[in-house]
């Protein structure tokens, strides 16, 4: 049937186009089904919705992707198209059924070429989230993630890299870690996501200081220039099914393990990186709640890495609690600009930076010519190289490099203009801190849309507190939100405050 085209300027990362309940009867379909888009010199296939009231009869609504593809045409053929395969193996899944390497990577060609509706891909996270892939079905998820994007060839090596698991507020590290490796000679080329279940993820704290959004041979230029850079691999064509998935993965608030895994390593294996640390963060609240989670995970990012011929090196680090006092861009980034001016700050944050790096250039290994730390050694070389100020003038030069300000000062770094204090309810010591209530109470302040808001932590897990005092500062560019948050934090409040006197048991019955 052929119809004329109205545009919809509205960008939503498929291919969807809009019919009338009228048309779409005489065509014999229903929303979310698949129509066959033809017009002069274009042919794909479209997700279809349906209205009574957007478009009239005869006339098709394009949205924005949709209509790029079919330029100035005025009129289009519409007619039906069978669903991608990848539906019947997303059911495959739910059914317990293990795919194989050719379906999976249907998948992710799928879901690269926008052929998968939101509601499908959330029923992929969903299934993984609760089944996981096992190692096989992983390293072909991983593959097929880095063969259907671009590769970075780089000429030195050996190229290293650090990457998060995540889960734990206020994890900056990166921010210290690249800076130190790259001060110390080793190539870093370090791509980040967006936040998945937190408040700020490394891509949304860099954009403060400079642009984040470079193509593969970009990156390439920049990390050889400096020695590093600290890229959002959503805005490359590097694993370009990561961020489609990660995008659904926020709304939900979940990072299944084994999309985790392939997340991770396909980002890695894409840049060619010869050696990875890798930062699990081990607690509760966090994606690993003991021990024995975290070693299981170690030894299947380990298993994996071996798969792909990239040496990970497991690092588990205490998640019991936030890195550093602050959650939410501007405040993270102020918190590691000051520890990369001043070589201090809080303890949680330079230790874990300094014992990250410091891995790092233990495994930084060229054949022959050795390692750029000894085994043992590579802690305090990391630390020599912040407290000299070498990391604060490498991190000014990746700055300048990636098209920011090489002069910015952690003073310069704004937050949010509205804040309000959250106070001890009593005397006492704080005996319970919950990680999952900072990030929420941070996102509902608005972060990481609004880059000034989050949270300011005064009191840690174990500290002692008189009434009154500031627990928490929270912060955002809006009155509104800070007051949203406000409240919320008081009717579940994410510290716990006790005097030593528990609870006084009577010693008769009250009745
Ligand atoms: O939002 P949650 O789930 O905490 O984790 C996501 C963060 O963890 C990783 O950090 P990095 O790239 O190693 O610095 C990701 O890239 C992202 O920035
Ligand atoms: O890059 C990342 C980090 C954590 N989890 C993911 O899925 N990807």
Redesign the pocket.
């Known amino acids: 049937m052929l119809f004329q085209v109205n545009p919809f300027d509205i960008e939503i990362g498929q291919y969807k186009v809009m019919l009338n309940l009228v048309d779409a009867r005489e065509l014999g379909m229903n929303p979310a089904d698949r129509v066959r888009v033809k017009a002069k010199g274009a042919s794909f296939t479209a997700i279809l919705d349906v209205t009574t009231q957007m478009v009239e009869p005869g006339t098709v609504g394009i949205f924005t992707e949709a209509h790029q593809k079919i330029g100035e045409a005025k009129e289009v053929d519409i007619a039906p198209a069978p669903k991608p395969a990848s539906i019947s193996y997303i059911k495959k899944m739910m059914d317990e059924v293990n795919l194989t390497e050719d379906q999976i990577r249907t998948i992710v060609q799928d879901i690269v070429d926008n052929n998968l509706s939101d509601i499908e891909i959330s029923a992929y996270l969903t299934t993984l989230y609760i089944r996981n892939f096992d190692s096989q079905e992983t390293e072909w998820l991983t593959r097929a993630m880095i063969d259907t994007g671009e590769r970075i060839h780089f000429d030195t090596h050996p190229v290293v890299d650090k990457?998060?698991?995540?889960g734990v507020p206020g994890n900056k590290v990166s921010l210290l870690v690249v800076p130190i490796v790259a001060a110390a000679g080793l190539l870093i080329p370090k791509t980040?996501?967006r936040a998945?279940t937190g408040a700020g993820g490394t891509s949304d704290l860099m954009e403060i200081l400079a642009p984040v959004e470079f193509s593969a041979d970009e990156i390439k230029e920049i990390a050889e220039s400096v020695g590093g850079i600290l890229a959002w691999?959503g805005a490359t064509n590097i694993a370009p099914a990561?961020d489609k998935?990660?995008k659904a993965?926020y709304a939900l608030s979940i990072?299944p393990y084994s999309?985790?895994l392939a997340?991770?390593m396909s980002?890695k294996g894409a840049v060619g990186a010869d050696s990875v640390v890798m930062d699990m963060p081990v607690g509760p609240g966090t994606k690993l709640p003991t021990a024995a989670d975290g070693r299981s995970m170690a030894k299947d990012l380990i298993d994996l890495g071996d798969r792909l011929g990239i040496r990970v090196e497991c690092a588990m680090t205490f998640g019991g609690s936030p890195v550093g006092r602050t959650v939410g861009p501007a405040l993270e980034v102020k918190e590691a600009l000051t520890m990369l001016e001043s070589g201090q700050g809080p303890n949680s944050l330079r230790e874990k930076s300094l014992s990250l790096a410091g891995i790092l250039l233990e495994i930084g290994c060229t054949a022959g010519m050795g390692c750029v730390a000894a085994r043992g050694e590579g802690r305090a070389m990391a630390e020599r190289i912040l407290t000299s100020g070498k990391a604060h003038q490498k991190m000014m030069e990746i700055i300048e490099a990636q098209g920011g300000d090489p002069a910015v000062k952690s003073d310069d770094i704004e937050i949010g203009e509205c804040s309000q204090d959250i106070h001890a309810p009593t005397n006492g010591y704080i005996i319970s801190f919950d990680n999952k209530r900072i990030v929420e109470i941070a996102r509902n302040a608005g972060a990481p849309a609004d880059k000034k808001a989050g949270v300011l932590i005064h009191k840690k897990m174990g500290q002692v507190v008189k009434k009154g005092e500031p627990l928490l500062t929270i912060y955002s560019s809006k009155d509104w939100e800070v007051q949203r948050a406000a409240n919320d934090t008081l009717r579940d409040m994410p510290i716990v405050v006790e005097g030593m006197l528990l609870e006084r048991y009577p010693r008769y019955s009250q009745i």
């Open positions: 990457h998060s698991i995540g980040s996501s998945i691999g990561d998935l990660i993965e990072d999309q985790m997340s991770i980002k």
